[in-house]
Every structure is written in structure tokens, then in C-alpha cells.
């Protein structure tokens, strides 16, 4: 199966920018769906964003649309999130998945996960 690991998250002020990658291995990532979710203490995992397989068509959650974009570089395994215009409530880890058969990009069903990478908003 494939696995996943982030990096990139850390320290960011309000209104500043990180970039999150996700690299696969074991498996070819233009065979999945990608989606990135947070989740903040006490709180429940959260959609963030998704890509289909070729890059072509994203998908946002509401209150982080015109602010992250997400991306992929096949041929290096990769999956980026760039958050611009972060705010302290974007405080959360943050977690790559794989889904493997789905036809749209969704919120949900995902069936391999990284272990996640934390992100902090603050001034």
C-alpha cells in the first residue's frame, strides 16, 4: 500500500504563508485522489482540499478558499497545500490522504493517511 509523509508545517504569524508537501511512496500517486484535512484539539478532522489524479480539477473547503491552493507533481510523487493569509484559526495538524478509487473528489473515504504535520498560527 502506498504510505505518506508531510512536512513543512511550523510557526507562522498571522497574514504570513507556509507550504506543505506530502510525498507517497510504495504506490503511483496519478492513481489517487489526493486531499489534504486539519484537525484542532477537541475538534473534528476537517476537509481542507482535494486534486484529482491528473491536477486538473480542485476541490475547497469554504473558509479556505482564495487562500490555499493545492497542487501535485506526479513525477515527484508530491502533494503540495499552499497556505497564504493564515489565520490563527488554521492552527491544527494537517494530514494527507490517498483514495484510490473514487470518480470525484470528496470529503470523505479516503483510505491512507499520513501522520500529519502541525501547523501554528500566532502572533
Known amino acids: 500500500q502506498v504510505q505518506l509523509v508531510e512536512s513543512g508545517g511550523g510557526l507562522a504569524q498571522p497574514g504570513g504563508s507556509l507550504r506543505l508537501s506530502c510525498v507517497a511512496s510504495g504506490g503511483t500517486l496519478s492513481n489517487y485522489i489526493m486531499g489534504w484535512f486539519r484537525q484542532a484539539p477537541g475538534k473534528e478532522r476537517e476537509f481542507v482540499a482535494g486534486i484529482n489524479r491528473s491536477g486538473g480539477s480542485t476541490r475547497y473547503a469554504d473558509f479556505v478558499k482564495g487562500r490555499f491552493t493545492i497542487s501535485r507533481d506526479n513525477a515527484k510523487n508530491t502533494v503540495y497545500l499552499q497556505m497564504n493569509s493564515l489565520k490563527p484559526e488554521d492552527t491544527a495538524g494537517y494530514y494527507c490522504?490517498?483514495?484510490?478509487?473514487?470518480?470525484?473528489?470528496?470529503?470523505?473515504?479516503?483510505?491512507?493517511w499520513g501522520q500529519g504535520t502541525q501547523v501554528t498560527v500566532s502572533s
Open positions: 490522504a490517498a483514495e484510490p478509487s473514487g470518480l470525484t473528489i470528496r470529503s470523505y473515504g479516503y483510505d491512507y
